[in-house]
T-cell receptor
Framework: QKEVEQNSGPLSVPEGAIASLNCTYS??????FFWYRQYSGKSPELIMF????GDKEDGRFTAQLNKASQYVSLLIRDSQPSDSATYLC??????????FGKGTRLHILP | EPEVTQTPSHQVTQMGQEVILRCVPI?????FYWYRQILGQKVEFLVS????????KSEIFDDQFSVERPDGSNFTLKIRSTKLEDSAMYFC???????????FGPGTRLTVT
Protein backbone atom coordinates (compact mmCIF):
# COMPACT_ATOMS: atom_id res chain seq x y z
CA GLN A 1 0.00 0.00 0.00
CA LYS A 2 1.52 3.28 -1.11
CA GLU A 3 1.62 5.90 1.62
CA VAL A 4 2.12 9.62 1.95
CA GLU A 5 3.01 10.77 5.45
CA GLN A 6 2.65 14.22 6.94
CA ASN A 7 2.76 15.61 10.45
CA SER A 8 -0.83 16.52 11.29
CA GLY A 9 0.14 19.61 13.28
CA PRO A 10 -1.06 22.12 14.11
CA LEU A 11 2.01 24.04 13.06
CA SER A 12 1.94 27.56 14.49
CA VAL A 13 4.06 30.20 12.76
CA PRO A 14 4.22 33.95 13.49
CA GLU A 15 3.02 36.27 10.74
CA GLY A 16 5.90 37.22 8.45
CA ALA A 17 7.97 34.15 9.29
CA ILE A 18 8.74 31.12 7.10
CA ALA A 19 6.45 28.10 7.38
CA SER A 20 8.06 24.76 6.56
CA LEU A 21 5.87 21.77 5.75
CA ASN A 22 7.24 18.29 5.18
CA CYS A 23 6.09 15.08 3.56
CA THR A 24 7.51 11.64 2.91
CA TYR A 25 6.25 9.04 0.46
CA SER A 26 6.74 5.30 0.22
CA UNK A 27 6.85 4.56 -3.52
CA UNK A 28 10.21 5.15 -5.18
CA UNK A 29 8.50 5.05 -8.58
CA UNK A 30 6.46 8.19 -7.88
CA UNK A 31 6.82 10.78 -10.61
CA UNK A 32 4.74 13.83 -9.75
CA PHE A 33 4.39 15.71 -6.50
CA PHE A 34 1.81 18.27 -5.50
CA TRP A 35 0.93 20.58 -2.67
CA TYR A 36 -2.71 21.47 -2.21
CA ARG A 37 -4.19 23.95 0.24
CA GLN A 38 -7.56 23.13 1.75
CA TYR A 39 -9.61 25.55 3.78
CA SER A 40 -12.19 24.05 6.12
CA GLY A 41 -15.21 22.81 4.16
CA LYS A 42 -13.63 23.65 0.80
CA SER A 43 -11.99 21.65 -1.97
CA PRO A 44 -8.24 21.14 -2.40
CA GLU A 45 -6.63 24.03 -4.25
CA LEU A 46 -3.42 23.29 -6.16
CA ILE A 47 -0.64 25.65 -5.10
CA MET A 48 2.55 23.93 -6.24
CA PHE A 49 3.66 20.99 -8.33
CA UNK A 50 7.15 19.61 -8.86
CA UNK A 51 8.41 16.80 -11.06
CA UNK A 52 12.22 17.05 -10.79
CA UNK A 53 14.70 16.95 -7.94
CA GLY A 54 15.57 20.33 -6.49
CA ASP A 55 13.69 23.51 -5.74
CA LYS A 56 10.83 25.19 -7.53
CA GLU A 57 9.78 28.70 -6.58
CA ASP A 58 6.48 30.47 -7.27
CA GLY A 59 5.98 33.75 -5.47
CA ARG A 60 6.09 33.15 -1.72
CA PHE A 61 6.04 29.38 -2.18
CA THR A 62 8.99 27.04 -2.72
CA ALA A 63 8.60 23.30 -3.25
CA GLN A 64 11.59 21.06 -2.66
CA LEU A 65 11.92 17.49 -3.88
CA ASN A 66 14.52 14.90 -2.91
CA LYS A 67 13.71 11.61 -4.63
CA ALA A 68 16.65 9.76 -3.06
CA SER A 69 15.24 10.52 0.40
CA GLN A 70 11.60 10.27 -0.80
CA TYR A 71 10.95 13.65 0.71
CA VAL A 72 8.95 16.68 -0.42
CA SER A 73 8.67 19.98 1.37
CA LEU A 74 6.88 23.28 1.01
CA LEU A 75 8.22 26.58 2.27
CA ILE A 76 5.94 29.59 2.64
CA ARG A 77 7.80 32.87 3.02
CA ASP A 78 6.35 35.98 4.66
CA SER A 79 3.45 33.95 6.10
CA GLN A 80 0.08 35.70 6.17
CA PRO A 81 -3.02 34.95 8.27
CA SER A 82 -4.74 33.93 5.02
CA ASP A 83 -2.21 31.09 4.73
CA SER A 84 -3.86 29.41 7.72
CA ALA A 85 -5.27 26.18 6.25
CA THR A 86 -4.56 22.48 5.93
CA TYR A 87 -1.80 21.67 3.45
CA LEU A 88 -2.09 18.39 1.62
CA CYS A 89 0.90 16.64 0.14
CA UNK A 90 -0.06 14.48 -2.83
CA UNK A 91 1.91 12.04 -4.93
CA UNK A 92 1.10 10.57 -8.32
CA UNK A 93 2.67 7.29 -9.34
CA UNK A 94 2.74 5.82 -12.84
CA UNK A 95 -1.03 5.52 -12.84
CA UNK A 96 -3.72 8.13 -12.81
CA UNK A 97 -4.53 8.51 -9.19
CA UNK A 98 -3.15 10.94 -6.67
CA UNK A 99 -2.44 9.60 -3.20
CA PHE A 100 -2.98 12.23 -0.54
CA GLY A 101 -1.47 12.60 2.88
CA LYS A 102 -3.71 13.45 5.81
CA GLY A 103 -2.53 17.04 5.73
CA THR A 104 -0.76 19.44 8.06
CA ARG A 105 -2.81 22.15 9.75
CA LEU A 106 -0.98 25.47 9.57
CA HIS A 107 -1.90 28.34 11.86
CA ILE A 108 -0.37 31.75 11.22
CA LEU A 109 -0.29 33.82 14.38
CA PRO A 110 -1.08 37.54 13.82
CA GLU B 1 -9.46 31.25 -15.48
CA PRO B 2 -11.09 27.91 -16.40
CA GLU B 3 -12.35 25.85 -13.50
CA VAL B 4 -14.07 22.59 -12.70
CA THR B 5 -17.70 23.00 -11.69
CA GLN B 6 -19.91 20.59 -9.76
CA THR B 7 -23.63 20.33 -9.05
CA PRO B 8 -25.37 20.15 -6.71
CA SER B 9 -23.33 21.66 -3.90
CA HIS B 10 -25.29 19.65 -1.34
CA GLN B 11 -27.39 16.54 -1.84
CA VAL B 12 -29.45 14.88 0.87
CA THR B 13 -30.83 11.44 0.12
CA GLN B 14 -32.33 8.49 1.93
CA MET B 15 -30.47 5.22 2.31
CA GLY B 16 -31.09 2.95 -0.66
CA GLN B 17 -31.82 5.76 -3.09
CA GLU B 18 -29.82 6.47 -6.24
CA VAL B 19 -27.89 9.71 -6.61
CA ILE B 20 -26.12 11.29 -9.54
CA LEU B 21 -23.40 13.85 -8.96
CA ARG B 22 -22.47 16.05 -11.87
CA CYS B 23 -19.25 17.71 -12.95
CA VAL B 24 -18.07 19.85 -15.82
CA PRO B 25 -14.30 19.41 -16.19
CA ILE B 26 -11.99 22.04 -17.66
CA UNK B 27 -12.65 22.06 -21.39
CA UNK B 28 -9.24 21.06 -22.80
CA UNK B 29 -8.57 18.42 -20.17
CA UNK B 30 -8.56 14.76 -21.15
CA UNK B 31 -8.48 12.94 -17.81
CA PHE B 32 -11.31 13.08 -15.30
CA TYR B 33 -11.44 11.87 -11.72
CA TRP B 34 -13.68 11.42 -8.73
CA TYR B 35 -12.38 11.59 -5.18
CA ARG B 36 -14.18 11.55 -1.88
CA GLN B 37 -13.38 12.91 1.56
CA ILE B 38 -15.21 11.64 4.61
CA LEU B 39 -15.41 14.32 7.30
CA GLY B 40 -12.10 14.60 9.13
CA GLN B 41 -10.35 12.10 6.90
CA LYS B 42 -8.01 12.30 3.93
CA VAL B 43 -8.97 12.70 0.31
CA GLU B 44 -9.37 9.27 -1.33
CA PHE B 45 -9.21 8.36 -5.01
CA LEU B 46 -12.30 6.66 -6.44
CA VAL B 47 -11.91 6.47 -10.21
CA SER B 48 -10.20 7.94 -13.24
CA UNK B 49 -11.71 8.19 -16.72
CA UNK B 50 -10.05 8.67 -20.08
CA UNK B 51 -11.20 8.27 -23.65
CA UNK B 52 -14.70 7.28 -22.53
CA UNK B 53 -13.67 4.45 -20.30
CA UNK B 54 -12.48 3.84 -16.77
CA UNK B 55 -8.71 4.04 -16.61
CA UNK B 56 -8.20 3.10 -12.98
CA LYS B 57 -10.42 2.53 -9.95
CA SER B 58 -9.94 1.97 -6.25
CA GLU B 59 -11.33 -0.76 -4.05
CA ILE B 60 -13.91 1.76 -2.83
CA PHE B 61 -15.39 1.97 -6.34
CA ASP B 62 -17.50 -1.18 -6.24
CA ASP B 63 -20.53 -2.24 -8.30
CA GLN B 64 -22.67 0.41 -6.63
CA PHE B 65 -20.68 3.15 -8.36
CA SER B 66 -20.57 4.05 -12.02
CA VAL B 67 -19.27 6.95 -14.08
CA GLU B 68 -20.34 8.33 -17.41
CA ARG B 69 -19.56 11.11 -19.83
CA PRO B 70 -23.02 11.52 -21.37
CA ASP B 71 -22.03 14.40 -23.63
CA GLY B 72 -19.00 16.50 -24.53
CA SER B 73 -18.94 18.45 -21.30
CA ASN B 74 -20.50 16.60 -18.36
CA PHE B 75 -18.95 13.86 -16.26
CA THR B 76 -21.18 12.07 -13.75
CA LEU B 77 -20.82 9.77 -10.76
CA LYS B 78 -23.80 7.55 -9.95
CA ILE B 79 -24.29 5.71 -6.69
CA ARG B 80 -27.01 3.12 -7.25
CA SER B 81 -28.13 2.35 -3.71
CA THR B 82 -26.68 4.75 -1.18
CA LYS B 83 -25.48 3.66 2.24
CA LEU B 84 -24.95 5.75 5.37
CA GLU B 85 -21.19 5.36 4.92
CA ASP B 86 -21.38 7.04 1.50
CA SER B 87 -21.90 10.35 3.29
CA ALA B 88 -18.89 12.45 2.30
CA MET B 89 -17.66 15.31 0.14
CA TYR B 90 -17.26 14.16 -3.44
CA PHE B 91 -14.75 16.03 -5.56
CA CYS B 92 -14.41 15.94 -9.30
CA UNK B 93 -11.01 16.75 -10.80
CA UNK B 94 -9.49 16.98 -14.24
CA UNK B 95 -6.04 17.11 -15.80
CA UNK B 96 -4.58 17.71 -19.22
CA UNK B 97 -2.65 14.46 -19.25
CA UNK B 98 -2.00 11.49 -17.00
CA UNK B 99 0.35 12.27 -14.05
CA UNK B 100 -0.04 16.00 -14.66
CA UNK B 101 -1.48 18.35 -12.08
CA UNK B 102 -5.16 17.81 -11.25
CA UNK B 103 -7.57 20.65 -10.62
CA PHE B 104 -10.46 20.08 -8.26
CA GLY B 105 -14.02 21.29 -8.35
CA PRO B 106 -15.76 22.79 -5.29
CA GLY B 107 -17.30 19.45 -4.31
CA THR B 108 -20.72 18.01 -3.58
CA ARG B 109 -21.58 17.28 0.01
CA LEU B 110 -23.60 14.05 0.04
CA THR B 111 -25.61 13.31 3.16
CA VAL B 112 -27.29 9.91 3.38
CA THR B 113 -29.97 9.62 6.06
Amino acid sequence: QKEVEQNSGPLSVPEGAIASLNCTYSDRGSQSFFWYRQYSGKSPELIMFIYSNGDKEDGRFTAQLNKASQYVSLLIRDSQPSDSATYLCAVNDKGDKIIFGKGTRLHILP
Amino acid sequence: EPEVTQTPSHQVTQMGQEVILRCVPISNHLYFYWYRQILGQKVEFLVSFYNNEISEKSEIFDDQFSVERPDGSNFTLKIRSTKLEDSAMYFCASSVLQTYEQYFGPGTRLTVT
